[in-house]
């Protein structure tokens, strides 16, 4: 067959910029409406928990008993001084929501970054170092599943005591388990795939295979589940406060929220209900990232190996 | 048969094992258990006279093989708060609690699995959209705060219901259903992929190309194999509903395990504390040998050692 006397044009090849990957990321969501209802979601959280003192529009703490129990402000008797009403202590209620969230995102983000990395490190022993080792960490790890969470988690915090650093410990500690199953197969997933043998048959080093192939491909997964974790951490932690577990009555927290408002439930509805709704929606928009994230990060995956 | 029987039986008592050691330390993790159980400004001669008679005082391993062996023999302790033995109250609060789970997972399967198929099956359907909201709505609105809601709706504004209690039949009805949304919007979504996947198996394709009716590939090939991930996933539910049970007996002051549980918490019995927690992990484990067995008995693959 003749070939060509033409030469194959290649188009330059630019480093893309980081506007171009934050516009990468937009398309992105704007293919999926669901994505960017829960990126959205998250945001709000975010952007709720970080600059609480600024948007609140009152002290959360400070009790006004003249305006106690006040219906929100689209309810017979509601003011737009206290939008979702107030409490029986005459707090307002929505400084007391924005509040709550810094608990809420303090306790899933430290204590999903204690259980990834504990069930990281667990997970990359076992799999990469296998054998005995590995029977040990899968036994242990099978253990912690095979208990029912939430009681272990509710006797563990009822010993440890009411403290914010007591839950995210024992968050992070329990959720581990979880992080170093899917690590595990991941990096078995990766040690049959042929990249680490070639490698380790010329001789490449065990931390650069670690570096160079085993870790960039756990970050997907690992990323996807970080985030249902924390919509899962978000949502125990409501129930531990509820319970009276978490954090002490004297910081607002959506849990403790709930729990307080329930003498009233008949006749003051809102100062159960409203927070907990803020609880779903929280925990309804992480979920929304998650699957949105897994959409994103795992066919692509899927496509470069196949 | 026998020996994957046999094995899975050992592995369940291990796990047992692993929990009383769990548990056992858990108590003691802040030290002497006396600090937990005694009120911290009793005089020192009655938390002596306490540790006494618990036998706090002795060493450790003592104690183990003391609580372990009474186990055995059905002794949990005598509960402080009750002053009965653990194990009279743990079994006279059993019935409800069994009675509230399996209503809730009835209430589950009975909505899920038909959503689940119908939606698997038209794919990006009305129903199967709205079915995939309503289920993940199920999953990410915390019980308590469902519970709180329909007490609100359906017990105080329309009176349909009692909100507190098990004396009439109908009680049960608003605790299951807010305890089995949850399980609900999970059943929703496997049910739902696991359709999606076994319709594209080859073995369906096979069957269409025969001729096969509809109906018939439906309930003869597509159900079966969906049972087998239904019944592992059914008996996780089951265990999770036992623990998530806490939240809604304590909110319609239903007389359960879950009750029993956060009085026996509030209350700083940990000798109570400590025999639910492994009462419960009991049963979860014991469940999942259930499962198991069932699994093998539905999966030739497995009773032959693929």
Redesign the interface.
Known sequence: MATTSESIQFDEYVEPTLWDRIAYVGRLLGRDRSGIIGMALFLLLVVSAIFAPVIAPHDPLQQNLRAAKQPPVWEEGGTWEFPLGTDNLGRDILSRIIFGSRVSLTVGFFGVLIASTLGLVAGLVAGYVGGRTDSVITGIVNLFLAIPYLVFVVVFAAVLGRSLINVIWIFGITDSPIFARVTRGEVLRIRESGYVESAESIGVSATRILFDHILPNLIGPLITLATFEMSAMIFYEAGLSFLGLSVPPSVPSWGNMVQAGRQLLQTHWWISILPGIAIAIAAFGMNLLGDWLRDVLDPRLRRSRN | MQRYLISRFVQSIL?LI??LI??FF??R??GDPTS?MVAKEAPAEQREAFREAMGFNRPLYVQFFDYAFGILRGDFGNSLHFRQPATELILQRLPPTIQLATAALIFAIVLAVPIGIIGGSNPGSFIDTAGRTLG??G????N??LA??F??VFA?KLGWFPSFGRDTAISVVLPAIALGVGSMGQLVRLTRSAVLEIRNEDYIRTARSKGLSQIAIASRHVFRNAAIALISVISVQY??L???S??IE??FSWPGLGNL??QA??GRD?VL??A??FF??FF??AL?FVADMAYSLIDPRIRYGN
């Not at chain 2, 999953?139 to 915390?142: A, G, M, R």
């Open positions: 796990l692993g929990v769990i548990i858990m108590v993790l802040t937990l993940l709505v999953q990410t609105i915390p308590f705060v709180l809601i007490i609100v105080v265990g999770y036992l623990g998530g806490i939240y304590t909110i549980l956060q918490i509030a940990f504390v400590q639910i927690a419960i992990a979860v484990v999942n």
